[in-house]
């Protein structure tokens, strides 16, 4: 089954970086855009990104841009979140999410707001 | 900015209808997606456009709406439904993604 397994909570001081790894299985990793969504506590979902596996084409939510980077590695089926300087207003649990749409080829795609899968969260906590 | 407004919190009796309600500009253009979150969990997609349900989603979950206002509806409602409800869309090029506030569930 479409599975993603995210990696361990995270504390980090003020104005450090985080990276966080999303293991995938259970579908052909290359063949669906991979998005981040964050979540802080008691509020809403806030998409950051997303990342094409197969070509490595991004795009990021302006908030976030310049300061998130979103890798994959498609030998190891796996994504990476990594943000930089970080702030309190950063902590929150990091999801990454499968969009349900099939990459149909390198020049023809669509990507959607619909996620599928998700991975099971982590919480990263920015303090002093 | 654009943004999604959902009613913070919404209750039922249990085996009754309840309707649940997204409202943004975004609406306009395109159609919203609907995601469950029970507490501790990742949200769980529902229903995508135009009313389709996920994967194991019980037929008593069904999305409509007009405009800008969206509605999910859960009609006979189940103890197992208590949980955050969120919206989302797609939107501008500055803000791609949007994702409603959530709406509480209580089922009585």
């Known amino acids: 089954q479409v599975q993603f397994v995210q990696s361990g909570a995270e504390v980090r001081q003020p104005g450090a970086s985080v990276k966080v790894s999303c293991k995938a299985s259970?579908?052909?990793?290359?063949?669906?855009?991979i998005h981040w969504v964050r979540q802080a506590p008691g509020h809403r979902p806030e998409w950051m990104g997303w990342i094409r596996p197969d070509t490595g084409d991004t795009l990021f939510a302006q908030k976030v841009q310049g300061r998130v980077t979103l890798t994959t590695d498609t030998s190891a089926t796996t994504a990476y979140m990594e943000m930089m300087s970080l702030t309190s207003e950063d902590t929150a649990v990091y999801y990454c999410?499968?969009?349900?749409?099939?990459?149909?080829?390198?020049?023809?795609?669509?990507?959607?707001?619909?996620?599928?899968?998700w991975g099971q969260g982590t919480l990263v906590t920015v303090s002093s | 900015s654009s943004e999604l407004t959902q009613d913070p919190a919404v209750s039922v009796a249990l085996g009754q209808t309840v309707r649940i309600t997204c409202q943004g500009d975004?609406?306009?253009?395109?159609?919203p997606t609907w995601y469950q979150q029970k507490p501790g969990q990742a949200p769980v997609l529902l229903i995508f456009p135009q009313n389709n349900r996920a994967s194991g989603v019980p037929d008593r979950f069904s999305a409509s709406g007009s405009g800008e206002v969206g509605f999910l509806t859960i009609t006979g409602a189940q103890a197992e439904d208590e949980a955050d409800y969120f919206c989302?869309?797609?939107?501008?090029?500055?803000?791609?993604?949007?994702f409603g506030g959530g709406t509480r569930l209580t089922v009585l």
């Open positions: 975004s609406l306009k253009n395109f159609y």
């Open positions: 259970g579908f052909t990793f290359t063949k669906h855009v």
């Open positions: 999410a499968r969009d349900v749409n099939t990459i149909a080829s390198a020049t023809s795609f669509v990507w959607s707001n619909w996620f599928d899968a």
């Open positions: 989302n869309s797609r939107d501008s090029t500055e803000y791609p993604v949007l």
